[in-house]
């Protein structure tokens, strides 16, 4: 009976017990994930400038460099403050903006302002290379260009050096919504708190800077030269995959100049890349505590940029004519018998130029197939000899002007087709490369060249020009009968599953309005069937 | 069991009823929006009467079609019913190309002959056709050069009847855009232009 006694007061304090450990088991766990949370999204004008620090530090910056750049075009740049990829991590945080040069250097640029202990900010321009996809290339490991005491002067220095050491992967579950990107580190995803399942994201770690190059010394560190824009990169022991929103950089060196304004650079770490890792935001002065992740410009930005070149009005010596001169040309060809149309050539360092193509048939135009030439436009004429929009052959030489073209800035956002006609001035652009890039197969096989019986050219074009016949008003009416929105919508559909098995091509369907002064981009709501139109200077 | 056996009929009936392809005349506007498994069928037998061996003459420059009709070849996603060719052109006495070795040549696919198609062409269709009857159809035939395999070339193809003499109009024409490589030939080697053949 005492035993049993014993048992019933002794119960309740093992019960208790084993609540208050685990307790503190949870109080431990929720430390631990504390500290191991790290939260990173997109944030905008309005978030952003209510941090007066950083809204400071950008507007001294755009001051400066305006002042710069007066004396230098080739030095000036834009940090772009409208959004920003804001990352933070217990007591540190980060924006990592993207940087826009008037004039292309072929990199992608970011600028990442970090928080140190006084509350304010250091800041650092770190330059990723490019592959051709205009994807990050992660077998180049990114230059870091810290700004000490930002220093305007050293923000547009000549030598620029590289300081990486390696890399470490880490599980993320994807906490976020569609919006913001939000990401809760956590060692074993399907357990955490995820409602997408993980993510990967890949550090890079910097190294200690602590030796001295003179400014003619680019030999060690993989140096830059800012002048002519060309990013010598080093190679790195990536293999990086990752899309945009999932690389993550640890990014600055932590002592970036010397007094006299000399740069450091570290030779000792690069060998040293397994211990790299303990690095990463711990306590050692010798290591960098910056965390980064890339920001690109949105495709659909880039394009409508490339676009709104064309409507630019800027004086060309005959007999080459801006894009603009060309398309108003175009514009008034519409009743000619024949295509008309025009080369797009790109020339470094120059605004794009539109050569005349000489033609003599009513349904071909003929491109010169030079090195320099990444696009063009022509007409579909008004007498009801084409369709009012363009076609799948137009389509294929998109991709044919993307591969021949062996010009500078060769990024998708670059290539253009035009097709001038009665019912609008259409551009249709590349919005993912890589899907746009399993058309090759179709290009490649006019005359079923790889002999499967299939002529996979000749049915790309087909599939596309019967959608169209059906607006052709009657089978016997001379007038084309579809409205633009009809022509519109079978083009939208086509492009986003042109086989009949949902594959999409990759590339997006802008209009220019009637002055010619802006493009809309049009896509198709699938919901509701409509045509939806979206200012490109959104 | 009578019962079981209707019940699956019915069902047999009915799967196999979907399972067959959509039938689409030649040249009819409604089409679906997914093409898969269409046939585009010459429900009225109009490519017909363009079967047959044709010759252009023009002094030492000739060109001499062949064509035969082919129904429901499938070209990997729809059937269609078309005609299939080769040709053969002769320029001032030298043979520039003779593609008609490849009509009856087995290792050449329905899809590599140099003539096919079955596109059809209404009377008021551009280019208007003033010589037609009103409910007259021409075609649009691919034609290759595989000489210039960068160039698209067609060809848009009228029967007619004079005197009792079976003769077909074609216009050779580009179509759609074309890379031209630098300093390569803008044409076709048989020039863009309207040709008079007569059958053989």
């Not at chain 1, 903006?97 to 250091?122: C, H, M, T, W």
């Not at chain 1, 570290?266 to 306590?283: H, I, R």
């Not at chain 2, 035969?68 to 269609?80: D, E, L, S």
Request: contains cysteine; proline residues 4%.
């Amino acid at each position: 009976m005492k035993q049993k006694i014993f048992k019933l007061k002794l119960l309740p304090s093992v019960l208790l017990l084993f609540i208050l450990y685990g307790c503190q088991r949870d109080t431990i766990a929720q430390d631990t994930l504390q500290k191991n949370l790290i939260t990173k999204k997109r944030v905008y004008q309005n978030d952003i400038t209510k941090n007066t620090k950083v809204k400071d530090f950008i507007d001294s910056i755009d001051q400066k460099i305006i002042q710069k750049s007066q004396d230098n075009r080739t030095h000036s740049f834009n940090v772009l403050t409208d959004e920003a990829i804001y990352i933070e991590k217990e007591n540190y945080h980060s924006y990592t903006f993207l940087i826009q040069r008037p004039n292309v250097n072929g990199l992608l640029e970011n600028l990442v302002l970090s928080s140190i202990d006084n509350g304010a900010y250091k800041a650092t321009i770190i330059q990723y290379a490019l592959d051709s996809l205009s994807e990050i290339d992660h077998m180049q490991q990114p230059n870091l260009i810290p700004l000490e005491n930002f220093n305007v002067d050293n923000l547009l220095a000549k030598d620029i050096y590289t300081c990486q050491d390696g890399e470490i992967t880490i599980g993320f579950a994807y906490i976020g919504n569609a919006d913001g990107i939000l990401y809760e580190e956590a060692g074993d995803c399907i357990n955490a708190n995820s409602n997408a399942g993980c993510d990967t994201i890949r550090y890079w770690i910097p190294c200690h800077t602590n030796e001295t190059i003179d400014e003619e010394d680019n030999s060690s560190g993989g140096s830059n030269d800012a002048d002519d824009g060309n990013n010598s990169g080093n190679n790195g022991n990536s293999d990086g995959n990752d899309s945009d929103d999932g690389n993550t950089v640890g990014g600055g060196g932590s002592s970036g100049n010397n007094d006299d304004g000399s740069q450091n650079n570290d030779n000792e770490d690069n060998d040293d890349s397994n211990n790299t890792d303990n690095c990463f935001m711990n306590n050692d002065s010798s290591c960098s505590n910056e965390i980064t992740s890339p920001v690109q410009e949105r495709t659909d930005k880039k394009n409508c940029n490339q676009l709104n070149k064309l409507l630019e009005d800027y004086p060309v010596s005959p007999p080459l004519k801006s894009p603009r001169a060309a398309i108003v040309d175009l514009k008034n060809k519409l009743s000619s018998n024949n295509e008309e149309g025009y080369s797009f050539v790109s020339l470094s360092n120059s605004n794009p130029k539109a050569a005349l193509v000489t033609n003599t048939n009513p349904y071909t135009i003929n491109y010169k197939n030079a090195p320099n030439v990444y696009g063009g436009a022509h007409t579909h004429q008004n007498n009801n000899k084409k369709h009012p929009i363009p076609s799948g052959g137009d389509i294929l030489a998109l991709l044919g002007f993307s591969q021949q073209y062996n010009g500078p800035f060769a990024e998708p956002s670059l290539f253009e087709h035009i097709t001038v006609t009665a019912q609008g001035v259409y551009a249709i652009k590349i919005e993912d490369m890589q899907k746009f890039l399993q058309l090759l197969s179709i290009l490649n096989d006019r005359d079923d060249a790889n002999n499967d019986g299939i002529d996979e050219f000749l049915n790309f074009d087909e599939a596309l020009a019967t959608k169209y016949q059906k607006y052709d008003a009657n089978d016997n009416s001379e007038t084309i009968a579809g409205s633009p929105t009809e022509y519109q919508r079978e083009f939208l559909k086509f492009i986003a599953d042109y086989d009949g098995n949902g594959s999409s091509i990759g590339i997006a369907l802008y209009k220019a309005d009637s002055a010619l002064t802006q493009w809309n981009k049009l896509t198709l709501n699938d919901n509701t069937n409509i045509v939806e139109s979206t200012p490109c200077n959104n | 069991m009578k019962k079981y056996i209707t019940v699956i009929t019915i069902i047999v009936c009915m799967l196999s009823c979907k399972a067959q392809s959509p039938i689409i005349p030649l040249g009819d506007r409604d089409v679906p929006d997914n093409l898969n498994g269409v046939y585009f069928k010459d429900v009225n037998n109009e490519l017909d009467k363009f079967i047959g061996t044709w010759v252009y003459q023009n002094g030492d420059t000739s060109l001499t079609i062949e064509l035969m009709k082919k129904i429901q070849v499938f070209n990997g996603r729809w059937y269609v019913d078309e005609l299939l060719g080769e040709y053969k052109y002769i320029e001032n006495g030298t043979e520039l190309i003779n593609y008609l070795p490849r009509l009856t040549d087995p290792d050449i696919n329905d899809q590599q002959h140099s003539i096919s198609g079955n596109k059809v062409v209404f009377p008021l269709n551009s280019p208007i056709c003033t010589d037609c009857n009103p409910t007259e159809k021409r075609f649009i035939l691919y034609f290759r050069d595989y000489t210039r395999r960068y160039l698209n070339t067609e060809i848009l193809v009228q029967h007619l009847e004079d005197n009792g003499l079976e003769k077909i109009k074609i216009f050779v024409q580009g179509n759609g855009p074309v890379l031209l490589p630098e300093g390569a030939p803008e044409t076709p080697t048989v020039p863009y232009g309207e040709y008079i053949l007569i059958k053989q």
